[in-house]
């Protein structure tokens, strides 16, 4: 990534500081504002904030989403606005989450770790039947939950080929099963854990309603509706759920079962990130090879 463009980053950081007044801490009015635009990567999936380190993790898929070129690549930019280093060798990285011990990854068909504090590589993963996994949580049980969205891109575009399936993997253990599989996840993208109601919700990319599901249940239960094309969900300090669509390039927010179009004008948003400590929503632009950081009020 181009060194000037982090620095202007860290100037945007320095000067927007949690609960300052104005515009560039969200205003006044409770509308969310852009704090900065980071530049120079390659298809970016995926951005998680790691609080223990302060550092923010980009997945880039850089090339096609479902083929093993080994192209892909995570970037890891610290709080001073450099990057401490690039873990290389994937293929097509999306979803990510952090255990104690491990940063891990989706790749296509199978789940990868790395030590968070250097980028080494520690365990793969295969998740036998996956087609095309998205995105990855950590249950309450410490096992990780994997959405599989199960399409394939082919001279048509996206072909759903697959079942939706929501894998779980016993991190100690390393033993993948299928905790759900049924149509009604319709597709299924991002999913995160909401330890307030003690469930997951996941949202689909091809369905338009937010879904919630409780480990060990085999049915899901619609929350609240929008436009569809479903990628990122985040949960944010004051419990409001906040989800990114494709459908009219928007990230909504949930409240009360009730969507407000928060951001607007944001093309192809895909896995957002949420950094706790500022405050701040981080939107992936897909096909725009840049991460929007939105404050929020």
């Known amino acids: 990534m181009n060194r000037m463009k ?12 949690p609960g300052a007044k ?13 704090a900065a635009t980071v530049t120079g990567f390659q298809t970016p999936e995926s951005v998680l904030w790691d609080s223990a380190q302060d550092v923010y993790y980009v997945s880039n898929i850089n090339g096609n989403p479902g083929e093993k070129d080994g192209n892909g690549y995570i970037s890891v930019i610290d709080s001073s606005g450099t990057v401490k280093y690039t873990i290389k060798g994937l293929d097509a990285p ?14 296509i068909d199978m789940i990868r770790s790395f030590d968070p504090g250097n980028g080494a590589p520690g365990a793969r993963v295969p998740i036998p039947g996956a087609v095309f996994l998205n995105d990855i949580a950590v249950g309450p049980d410490g096992a990780l939950y994997i959405t ?15 079942t939706d399936r929501i894998f779980r993997v016993t991190e100690g253990y390393l033993r993948v099963s299928v905790a759900l599989q049924t149509d009604s996840l319709a597709r299924p ?43 990122g969900v985040e949960i944010t300090r004051d419990g409001a759920t906040w989800v990114s669509s494709w459908a009219d390039s928007s990230v909504y927010r949930y409240a009360s079962g009730q969507g407000t179009n928060a951001i607007k004008g944001v093309p192809s948003p895909a896995d957002i990130g949420y950094d706790a400590r500022r405050n701040r929503l981080l939107v992936p632009i897909f096909t725009g090879n840049r ?6 009020q």
Do not use: Y
């Open 94 to 107: 999306k979803g990510m989450v952090l255990t104690p011990n491990w940063l891990w990854v989706t790749d």
């Open 189 to 231: 993208n991002g999913i995160t854990w909401d330890a307030a109601n003690q469930r997951f919700i996941v949202v689909p990319f091809g369905g338009n309603s937010l879904l919630a599901w409780k480990p060990g249940e085999t049915t899901v239960t619609k929350l609240a509706t929008g436009p569809g094309q479903f990628d």
């Open 6 to 17: 982090l620095w202007a980053l860290v100037a945007l950081l320095g000067a927007c500081k």
């Open 291 to 296: 991460v929007e950081i939105w404050q929020l």
């Open 22 to 34: 104005g515009d560039q801490a969200g205003g006044t009015s409770g509308t969310p504002t852009k």
């Open 148 to 162: 599989d969205t199960a399409i394939r891109f082919g001279s048509q575009g996206a072909e759903h080929v697959g």
